[in-house]
């Protein structure tokens, strides 16, 4: 298994509205970071273990979850001050770089959302990683 994704992945790249980054596959990595700058907003992390039951599909995380489209929002911690980011409030962010821990066990997808948007533009990316082996 490797220890690191060779070079992070872009979640938001000058992104100046509401709305979800891509559903990016997380099931084989233990550690996930995200790294979000820019603008003034709300960021929120959602996952899922698949699009329904037994399914290994990404759900469409911009739609309602349902029982044909499971996702949640969850948990993170906020690498720069420690705090725990609940899983359906987010984290408000003001022009500042933050770094979040995904706190989440054996999810398959990942998307970021921002939401809340007010100014300037967001950047983010996803850093995965494992432990040694």
């Known amino acids: 298994m490797r220890?690191?994704?060779?070079?992070?992945?872009?979640?938001?790249n000058a992104v100046v509205a509401t709305g979800w980054s891509n559903a990016?596959?997380?099931?084989?990595?233990?550690?996930?970071?995200?790294t979000v700058s820019g603008g003034v907003g709300t960021v929120k992390f959602a996952t899922s273990d698949g699009a329904s039951v037994g399914s290994e599909l990404a759900p469409t995380f911009s739609s309602a979850a349902?029982?044909?489209?499971?996702?949640?929002?969850d948990r993170a911690k906020n690498k720069n001050s420690g705090s725990t980011i609940t899983s359906d409030d987010g984290e408000a962010i003001s022009g500042t770089v933050e770094r979040y821990a995904l706190e989440d066990d054996?999810?398959?997808?990942f998307a970021l959302q921002l939401s809340a948007y007010t100014s300037g533009a967001f950047y983010a990316h996803l850093q995965l990683s494992n432990d040694n082996e």
């Open 24 to 34: 990016i596959y997380i099931g084989d990595w233990r550690h996930k970071v995200i």
């Open 66 to 73: 349902a029982y044909d489209n499971l996702w949640d929002y």
């Open 106 to 109: 054996g999810s398959r997808w």
């Open 3 to 12: 220890r690191f994704q060779e070079k992070p992945i872009v979640l938001l």
